[in-house]
């Protein structure tokens, strides 16, 4: 991929051992602690969308 192309953001969603959901997040190239727990992979999914809109909506300024 093009340098130009990179995504803004990357989304890890996982599953720990005592069955609680979280998500790591790349943004601009710098990773984010590990956020949750979250208690589906769906709200983990959500909670990422919505760090990724904040973090868009800062940046737009």
Do not use: C, H
């Amino acid at each position: 991929m093009d340098q130009d192309k990179k995504p803004l953001a990357t989304v890890n969603v996982l599953k720990k051992p005592d069955g609680s959901w979280w998500f790591a997040m790349t943004w601009r190239g710098v990773t984010q602690p590990l956020q949750g727990p979250f208690r589906s992979q769906v709200e983990a999914a959500a909670g990422a969308q919505i760090a990724i809109k904040a973090l868009e909506g800062r940046n737009a300024r």
